[in-house]
C-alpha cells in the first residue's frame, strides 16, 4: 500500500507561483514513477507532469512547459510540482499518483498510476 497526501494549493493571482507537494508513505520503495494530473470542473483528468525514479526521465503536458517543473527528494518521498507563471486555465483540483506495478508504462495516462492521493484545489483569478 501507498499513501500519498498532496498539498499546497490554494487562491493566487495570475502570474504568482505556487509549490505542490506529494508526501508518499507506504511501499514506496516499489513505486516506478509517480505523477501530477488535474481535473478541472465538468472535464476529465488530464496529466500534468511525471518522473521516472530510474534514470529521472521527466514528462510534461504542453500546456505547462517552460512553467511547471516536477522533482523529488533524493528519499523518493516527496514530489514537488512548481508551478509558476500560473493563468486561470490552471485552475483545477490537483492529484498526485504513484505507480507500484512491475514492468514499462506510459506515465502521461492515468490508467497506469496504482495510487491517487485525494487533491489539492489551486485556483488562479484573473
Known amino acids: 500500500q501507498v499513501q500519498l497526501v498532496e498539498s499546497g494549493g490554494g487562491l493566487v493571482q495570475t502570474g504568482d507561483s505556487l509549490r505542490l507537494s506529494c508526501a508518499a508513505s507506504g511501499r514506496t520503495f516499489s513505486s516506478s514513477f509517480m505523477g501530477w494530473f488535474r481535473q478541472a470542473p465538468g472535464q476529465g483528468r488530464e496529466f500534468v507532469a511525471a518522473?521516472?525514479?530510474?534514470?529521472?526521465?521527466?514528462y510534461y503536458a504542453d500546456s505547462v512547459k517552460g512553467r511547471f517543473t516536477i522533482s523529488s527528494t533524493n528519499a523518493k518521498n516527496i514530489v514537488y510540482l512548481q508551478m509558476n507563471s500560473l493563468k486561470p486555465e490552471d485552475t483545477a483540483v490537483y492529484y498526485c499518483?504513484?505507480?507500484?506495478?512491475?514492468?514499462?508504462?506510459?506515465?502521461?495516462?492515468?490508467?497506469?498510476?496504482?495510487?491517487w492521493g485525494r487533491g489539492t484545489q489551486v485556483t488562479v483569478s484573473s
Open positions: 499518483a504513484a505507480r507500484t506495478r512491475l514492468g514499462w508504462g506510459t506515465p502521461t495516462l492515468n490508467s497506469e498510476y496504482d495510487y
Open positions: 518522473i521516472w525514479w530510474s534514470g529521472g526521465s521527466i
